[in-house]
């Protein structure tokens, strides 16, 4: 039997603010099979997005176990978290979070560059060219529009070849067509690279073409299919 490529267990976050702790998740258990495309939908506020930072290690479970490819997340120090997501995961936000003073091509070779890739910058032309964005390698961020960068991002995030995937709202910011363009290379690129991919939406047609939908509601899983 193949090992989940994501495991969780019991999984519970709470976080310390001005009115005292507040409890985001309670007792997630959710296991994510190799290759599979899975969307985690809910209203604001549901925890989608915590949870999903939980399985890139961005977060820490407060109690239960996270394992990501057979690794316990809650056991390694933040350098080695680094390290791991630098290898195994790529994640594609939102906001884009490209670094302004780099170019198209700098952004999506760096990753390779810290992870001392010989072949950083070819690689990259190539992951470049993956998402019809060759032409545009020198350009800045502040030059692209946001389907451009966000496409930017989804080349950086899956250059290094990760075995998972996390989007959290990769089509939040953009225009119905355009983010309907950058989630097809999503999805054709994950199925290429036989990459899993969890992904963080209120979009209904996004969620319905993966494989898998889990339901949040109020820091707990209401319904998975």
Do not use: W
């Not at 549901?46 to 176990?65: N, Q």
């Not at 451009?148 to 991002?153: C, L, S």
């Not at 999805?187 to 319905?208: P, R």
């Amino acid at each position: 039997m193949t090992s989940p490529v994501l495991s969780l267990s019991d999984v519970g976050l709470a976080l310390a603010g001005n009115a005292g702790l507040t409890t985001i998740l309670h007792g997630i258990c959710l296991d994510v099979k190799p290759r599979e495309t899975l969307a985690l939908v809910g209203p604001s506020g549901s925890g989608k997005s915590s949870l999903l930072m939980l399985m890139g290690g961005l977060e820490r479970a407060t109690s239960g176990r996270v394992q990501a490819l057979e690794h316990d997340l809650g056991k390694l120090d933040e350098d080695a978290l680094a390290r791991f997501r630098r290898a195994h995961m790529g994640i594609v936000f939102q906001s884009f979070h490209l670094i302004p003073t780099l170019t198209a091509h700098e952004n999506v070779a760096l990753p390779l560059e810290l992870a001392g890739v010989t072949d950083a910058a070819q690689r990259a032309t190539a992951e470049l060219a993956s998402v019809g964005l060759e032409h545009r390698a020198a350009h800045y961020p502040s030059q692209l529009s946001g389907g451009e960068q966000q496409r930017v991002a989804l080349a950086r995030a899956l250059v290094p070849r990760p075995g998972i995937l996390l989007a959290d709202e990769p089509t939040g910011n953009l225009d119905s067509t355009t983010g309907a363009e950058v989630a097809d290379l999503i999805f054709k690129l994950c199925e290429a690279h036989q990459t899993t991919l969890v992904l963080v939406t209120h979009d209904t047609d996004l969620a319905e073409r993966c494989a898998r939908i889990v339901q949040l509601k109020d820091g707990r899983i209401e319904a998975a299919g």
